[in-house]
């Protein structure tokens, strides 16, 4: 492949979208020229970073720091060079916008930003765009499109903006967009839902992974007194943390020990807190704050089991690392997860919000360690078979070349 591509993120690097950055990494050595771009700063100070991160991040185009002066620069060149360009992506900002003065607004900072991809791509001769997440940063993709002409894709994860499709304009990007990868045949439904028959032609389902190199089983010792529970994702209402606070009170009850480790941060992270404290149980879970790559394995390998409570997911990556490493898992039968865990063969499934019948299968697991040593082992088969990194960003690699030389 001799396409040179701009990548487009909200943030880059985030401790949510390390999967971006070893996606990136991995085309990179398949001979793709990526080069990122990302709409605001980093999500930690460059001396907070790993050695990755911080290499990606001074190599990376960020859009909000370029700053008035440059943003009207921009402005004024693309108005000397290409009047028309701006005049359509002016109509067509207004027409994202519609009557509504916040949205409107919005949109004029979205073109305005997508004034400054576009130029960044033509001084770096990049050809083609594309954008994780059909939220805002998908927004200034599209507007880039209108503009310079340039071909547009987008990965779409779901769930958000398929709770909110007109709030997104997702029908618009879908009906702007040369072509659509889905992270999920979940996702690729929710597209189709919002799509005429005419455009499912550009959706590929190209999944995540995870390198099964660097999640390995860990060597299990005899077991512990307690049975640690591990949770990892931000600490958000989608996540349900607060009913996995529940079913470990309710195990407090009956006696069973268990301890909890939340790794994330987020802005639930205080009323959860709290509700551990009125639940009696803040002694049993402890809150680690976010976790990078270089020392999430050390909480992986210290977890009897993983537990993942979600309301809402696109496909979570950790259940997959901790499916690599040969934790059972316990997770809600949700969105795409179903396609990643079957009940019973991969790990266990229980309905959200359910937080006795969450705690019904930690007991399951606690109490049967032939059970957990069964469903970790086929966890890691399932991500050998369908959700390793290496394979599936080949599959992305070649779908990505097929859809570009088709336009």
């Given at each position: ?19 971006i ?33 911080r290499?990606?991040?001074e ?43 916040k ?16 130029q ?5 001769n ?22 310079f ?57 190209c ?6 190199q ?12 307690s ?20 079913a ?42 976010a ?117």
């Amino acid at each position: 492949m001799t396409h040179r591509i701009a990548y487009l993120v909200s943030q880059y690097p985030a401790y949510s979208h390390t999967f971006i950055l070893r996606e990136v990494q991995q085309l990179r050595q398949l001979g793709v020229d990526i080069t990122v771009a990302s709409i605001n700063l980093p999500d930690r100070p460059l001396d907070k970073l790993t050695d990755v991160e911080r290499s990606e991040a001074e190599q990376t185009f960020y859009v909000k720091s370029q700053g008035a002066v440059k943003a009207l620069t921009a402005l004024g060149k693309v108005l000397v060079a290409n009047p028309a360009g701006l005049f359509r992506g002016l109509k067509h900002a207004v027409k994202l916008g519609g009557w509504d003065i916040k949205r409107l607004l919005y949109h004029a900072f979205y073109l305005v930003e997508a004034l400054l991809v576009g130029q960044w791509m033509h001084s770096q001769n990049l050809t083609h765009l594309h954008v994780h997440f059909a939220t805002p940063a998908a927004s200034v993709g599209m507007l880039v499109k209108t503009v310079f002409g340039t071909s547009f894709s987008f990965t779409v994860h779901g769930p958000d903006e398929f709770y909110d499709a007109a709030g997104y304009n997702l029908p618009d990007k879908i009906l702007a967009a040369d072509f659509i990868f889905c992270i999920s045949h979940y996702a690729r439904s929710q597209v189709m839902k919002l799509s005429p028959v005419q455009a499912w032609s550009k959706l590929d389902v190209c999944r995540l992974g995870v390198d099964p190199q660097r999640f390995i089983p860990a060597a299990r010792t005899q077991a512990n007194e307690s049975c640690n529970l591990l949770c990892v994702g931000r600490l958000t209402p989608a996540k349900g943390q607060a009913i996995l606070l529940e079913a470990v009170a309710q195990l407090k009850q009956q006696a069973i020990p268990v301890t909890l480790t939340l790794v994330g941060m987020g802005p639930d992270a205080q009323s959860l807190k709290d509700y551990a404290e009125q639940l009696g149980i803040s002694e049993q879970v402890k809150f680690t704050g976010a976790v990078d790559q270089d020392h999430i394995l050390d909480f992986y390998q210290a977890a009897d089991m993983f537990v993942l409570p979600s309301f809402a997911e696109g496909l979570p990556v950790v259940l997959m690392e901790a499916m690599a490493m040969e934790i059972p898992c316990i997770t809600t039968a949700i969105t795409g997860i179903p396609e990643l865990i079957q009940n019973g063969e991969d790990g266990l499934l229980v309905p959200a919000s359910d937080s006795a019948g969450l705690a019904e299968a930690i007991i399951k697991l606690a109490s049967d360690e032939y059970l957990r040593r069964q469903l970790g082992q086929a966890g890691r088969r399932k991500v050998l078979s369908d959700y390793d990194l290496k394979k599936n960003t080949l599959h992305l690699f070649a779908t990505l070349d097929k859809r570009i030389n088709a336009l």
